[in-house]
C-alpha cells in the first residue's frame, strides 16, 4: 500500500486530549497535518485549549475538534469522514476509577466501533492502534528482553491459573492486558479484508512534558513523578521497587506518526516504545538519585526505601525491553532519559503542580 503524505486528506486521531493523545497531534500538525481530533467533550476549555492552539502553525498543519466516544456507535463517522488515516489512541486505562470490565471494554469490546467506522469512510488506508506493552509482557526470568515477537498470553502456566478470561472483570491488569492484546489481534483480522493495514505502537512506562494540567492524571508514570518531586514515597509497587524502563511521550506521539508513513510498516506490524538502552531503564532508587541530580534546587526527592548502604531490599529485574525495531523501521529519533526527566519536571513546574 502506498505511502500516506499530508497532500492525501485529513488525520483522524481518538484520545486527542490526553497525554499521548496531544503529543501525536502536536507531531503530526508541525509536519502539515490536518489533524481530526476526537474528544469526549470540545466544551471542556481544560482539555482543548491545547490542542487548538496548535492551530496557525507555520507548517500548514490544523487541529479540527470533534466530539466522539468510545461508548457510541457511530460517533466517530463523521470524524473519520474523508480520512486517509486514523490513529486510535483512546482507550479507558483506570485512572478515572472504571472497574475492570470497563477498562476491558473501553480498550476492546468497543474498539469495534472505532474499527467499523473507519471501514466506513471508505477513505482509511492505515489504522494505528495505541496498545501496549501490556500485550507483551509476561513472566520470564529476571533480564529477560522483550521483543515484538512476545505477547502476554505466552508462557500462561506461570500465571498460576490467573490468565483467564472469569478474572477480567475482577483484575485490573488482566483486564487491561488481554484488551489490548485481543484489540490488536481483531484489528489485523479486520484490517486483512477491510481495505487498510493496522500498525501498533506499544509503550512502556511513558514520561515527558505535560501541555496542561488535565495530563496529570492520577496513577499515570508522570504522575508519580511528580510526587517524588514533591518528597513523597514512590507507591504503585510494593515499598516502591521497580524497575522503570522509560520512553518519552514526545517519542510516544512521533512514532505514530512514522508508524502511520512508513512504507516498511505493514498489516500486523507491532513496535514497542520503550528505553533506548539500558540508561533508560532504572531501578526506583536509581531513578530518584537521576531526579536529584537534575533538580538540585529541590531538597528531597522521593522513592523507594533505603538503608544506608543503599535499597533496603532488591528489585525484581524486570522488564527489559528497547525500542530497537522503531529506530531501524521506522526512522523513530528518540529524547535522552535526562531530557526526559527534566522535560517532566519543568513542564510541572511551569504549570504550577509542584
Known amino acids: ?115 467499523e467506522s473507519a471501514k466506513l469512510a471508505g477513505s482509511v488506508r492505515r489504522f494505528v492502534f495505541t496498545s501496549s506493552f501490556a500485550a507483551v509482557g509476561h513472566p520470564r526470568p529476571p533480564g529477560y528482553v522483550f521483543t515484538e515477537a512476545d505477547w502476554c498470553g505466552d508462557n500462561v502456566e506461570a500465571y498460576k491459573g490467573a490468565w483467564s478470561d472469569d478474572n477480567i472483570a475482577k483484575n485490573r491488569d488482566i483486564a487491561y492486558a488481554k484488551a489490548k492484546a485481543n484489540s490488536e489481534k481483531m484489528i489485523y483480522a479486520q484490517a486483512e479484508g477491510g481495505g487498510f493495514e493496522a500498525v501498533a505502537i506499544l509503550p512502556l512506562h511513558v514520561v515527558g512534558p505535560l501541555m496542561c494540567a488535565n495530563h496529570d492524571q492520577g496513577w499515570s508514570w508522570q504522575n508519580c513523578i511528580r510526587f517524588m518531586l514533591m518528597g513523597k514515597p514512590y507507591r504503585i509497587s510494593r515499598d516502591g521497587r521497580m524497575l522503570w524502563n522509560m520512553v518519552d511521550v514526545r517519542d510516544v506521539g512521533q512514532a505514530h506518526r512514522l508508524a502511520m508513513v512508513s512504507g516498511n510498516a505493514g498489516n500486523g506490524s507491532r513496535y514497542i516504545l520503550s528505553a533506548t538502552d539500558p540508561s533508560g531503564e532504572l531501578f526506583t532508587w536509581q531513578l530518584q538519585a537521576r531526579l536529584a541530580a537534575l533538580f538540585p534546587e529541590i531538597e528531597q526527592i522521593g522513592g523507594e526505601e533505603m538503608a544506608v548502604s543503599g535499597p533496603a531490599q532488591p528489585t525484581y529485574d524486570s522488564p527489559r525491553a528497547y525500542c530497537e525495531l522503531a529506530r531501524s523501521e521506522l526512522g523513530l529519533v528518540t529524547h535522552s532519559i535526562d531530557d526526559t526527566l527534566l522535560a517532566t519536571g519543568r513542564s510541572y513546574q511551569e504549570l504550577s503542580l509542584l
Open 1 to 115: 500500500m502506498s505511502e500516506i503524505s499530508n497532500a492525501d486528506g485529513p488525520v483522524a486521531v481518538t484520545g486527542a486530549s490526553g497525554y499521548i493523545g496531544s503529543w501525536i497531534v502536536k507531531d503530526l500538525v508541525e509536519q502539515g497535518f490536518q489533524v481530526n481530533a476526537c474528544v469526549r467533550d470540545q466544551s471542556r476549555a481544560d482539555k482543548v485549549d491545547h490542542l487548538l492552539a496548535m492551530n496557525g502553525s507555520d507548517s500548514g498543519g490544523s487541529v479540527s475538534l470533534f466530539n466522539a466516544d468510545l461508548f457510541e456507535p457511530g460517533s466517530y463517522n463523521a470524524a473519520f469522514s474523508q480520512c486517509s488515516a486514523v490513529i486510535h489512541a483512546g482507550a479507558a486505562v483506570g485512572y478515572n476509577k472504571e472497574t475492570p470490565q470497563q477498562v476491558y471494554d473501553g480498550c476492546f469490546t468497543e474498539v469495534s466501533h472505532v474499527v
